[in-house]
C-alpha cells in the first residue's frame, strides 16, 4: 500500500522563480494537510483541505503561497515568487474519516532551498 | 493554532536507560498521538490516543493520555540506538480538525 508520495524530494532555486511542490495522497483518504518544518517553528501547518475543498489557510504565510486540490488523488502547493526565507522541508499530510481514522500519515518532505 | 509545550526539548542517553517526556497545552484535546521522525523523512505515527487516562503500548513505547486531557507523555523502555530521532506530541481538538504539533524531543543514544 503505497503511503503519500510526495515530489521532488529536493528543490533548489534562485530568489524570485516560482516553485511548485506535490503531492498524491494515501488512496481513500479525503483530508489533505500541508506542513512547513523549520529549525526555528517546528512544524507548522499552512493549509488543509477535506474533499479538495480547502478548509484553513489561515496558516499560509503570504499571498505568495497558493494551494490548489483539483480532485481526490493530487494537491500542489505553489509559491511565487520565492524568497530565500521559504526555505524549509514542506511535508504533505493525509487521512481519512472517522474518529479511528484520526490518524495522520506524511510524505517524506521536499527540501526546498531558495538562494 | 493552539500551543503545545514540549519537554525536554533533547535528550542525550547511553542505551539501555529509559526515556520519559511529556507535552502540555493550556486547551483541552479530543485526541493525542506521538510521532517519531528520522533524518530526512517525515514524520511516522507511533501512539494515538483517544480517552482521557487511556494507556496505550506499542513495544516499548508506552503513552498516555492525561486525565485533564491537557496533557500527554512518552515513555521509552530499554532505549536502543535505533531510537534516535525527533520525537514529536501532537493534539487535536476535535474530531476532524487538523493536528497542532509540539516542537520535538530529539534524542541521543549512545551505545
Known amino acids: 500500500d503505497a503511503g503519500v508520495i510526495q515530489s521532488p524530494r529536493h528543490e533548489v532555486t534562485e530568489m524570485g522563480q516560482e516553485v511548485t511542490l506535490r503531492c498524491k495522497p494515501i488512496s481513500g483518504h479525503n483530508s489533505l494537510f500541508w506542513y512547513r518544518q523549520t529549525m526555528m517553528r517546528g512544524l507548522e501547518l499552512l493549509i488543509y483541505f477535506n474533499n479538495n475543498v480547502p478548509i484553513d489557510d489561515s496558516g499560509m504565510p503570504e499571498d505568495r503561497f497558493s494551494a490548489k486540490m483539483p480532485n481526490a488523488s493530487f494537491s500542489t502547493l505553489k509559491i511565487q515568487p520565492s524568497e530565500p526565507r521559504d526555505s524549509a522541508v514542506y511535508f504533505c499530510a493525509s487521512r481519512g474519516h472517522g474518529r479511528a481514522n484520526e490518524k495522520l500519515f506524511f510524505g517524506s518532505g521536499t527540501q526546498l532551498s531558495v538562494l | 493554532g493552539q500551543q503545545l509545550n514540549q519537554s525536554p526539548q533533547s535528550m542525550f542517553i547511553q542505551e539501555g536507560e529509559d526515556v520519559s517526556m511529556n507535552c502540555t497545552s493550556s486547551s483541552i484535546f479530543n485526541t493525542w498521538l506521538w510521532y517519531k521522525q528520522d533524518p530526512g523523512e517525515g514524520p511516522v505515527l507511533l501512539i494515538a490516543?483517544?480517552?482521557?487516562?487511556e494507556l496505550t503500548s506499542n513495544g516499548r513505547l508506552t503513552a498516555q493520555f492525561g486525565i485533564t486531557r491537557k496533557d500527554s507523555f512518552l515513555n521509552i523502555s530499554a532505549s536502543i540506538p535505533s531510537d534516535v530521532g525527533i520525537y514529536f506530541c501532537a493534539g487535536q481538538l476535535k474530531s476532524g480538525y487538523a493536528l497542532n504539533f509540539g516542537k520535538g524531543t530529539s534524542l541521543l543514544v549512545t551505545p
Open positions: 490516543l483517544y480517552k482521557a487516562g
